[in-house]
């Protein structure tokens, strides 16, 4: 696969509203996208994210470190991990709850990890690709209010602090104009959930310097650096 537009042959996207049907070049299912390739190429979200998925769960499963936005830099340099896609919406609460769990309790049942870890990806699979130009929400902000909703028992309390993690992501995200950019979208909301943690929560993660995007010159739509 290719990391970035189409996956299959790298030409650029084009887009659809109302969706249409496609079928996916990989497991040949039938799914309505808002859109493919110029020659035709689609790729549903679950082959498109398949092999980052299992990246993101072990490596958060694994890891010692306490520093999420660090956690997800070194995660988006691997291959698995294209340009744009679906697997962003489960990496921000992947490495949220997994450097949360490390801070809050350093001696933390390696099952309990995989729990959350667990509800995250189910809770993440939800949210298609495309909803930041479709449904109006970057799922990787929603992903901010997946985070706190697995770290909290729901209730009244719990309840406000998931909503508000998500609202205050998305309003970082809105601070910048198009095109999208899931890697630029993940680092502010990495950044936002972990200041709402330390207000709420007072749970310190580690933080680390604003720093220039990696990975910019790999993406047609945005050729200009980012400070993220």
């Known amino acids: 696969m290719n990391k970035a537009n189409c996956l299959v042959c790298a030409k650029p ?36 994210a398949r092999d980052a998925y299992q990246l993101i769960y072990q490596a958060c499963l694994n890891t010692s470190t306490t520093g999420p936005l660090e956690l997800a830099n070194t995660l988006m340099k691997h291959e698995a991990m294209k340009m744009h896609g679906p697997e962003y919406h489960f990496l921000v609460p992947a490495v949220i709850i997994s450097c949360y769990m490390a801070v809050a309790n350093p001696n933390v049942d390696r099952n309990d990890l995989k729990e959350s870890l667990d509800k995250a990806l189910k809770r993440s699979k939800n949210l298609i690709g495309g909803s930041c130009s479709f449904h109006g929400n970057c799922a990787a902000g929603v992903g901010a209010g997946i985070a706190m909703s697995v770290l909290t028992p729901l209730s009244r309390k719990e309840w406000q602090l998931s909503n508000l993690a998500t609202a205050r992501a998305l309003l970082s995200i809105s601070n910048y104009e198009g095109p999208r950019c899931c890697k630029r979208n993940t680092f502010l909301a990495i950044k936002s959930v972990t200041k709402h943690i330390e207000g709420k929560l007072e749970v310190k993660l580690l933080k680390s310097a604003p720093r220039v995007c990696e990975f910019y010159q790999h993406d047609a739509l945005n050729k200009s650096t980012s400070l993220c």
């Open 13 to 48: 996207l084009q887009y659809y509203d109302p969706p249409i049907l496609k079928e996916c070049i990989y497991c040949k299912q039938q799914c309505e996208t808002n859109s493919s390739c110029v020659d035709g190429h689609y790729v549903c979200d679950e082959c498109h």
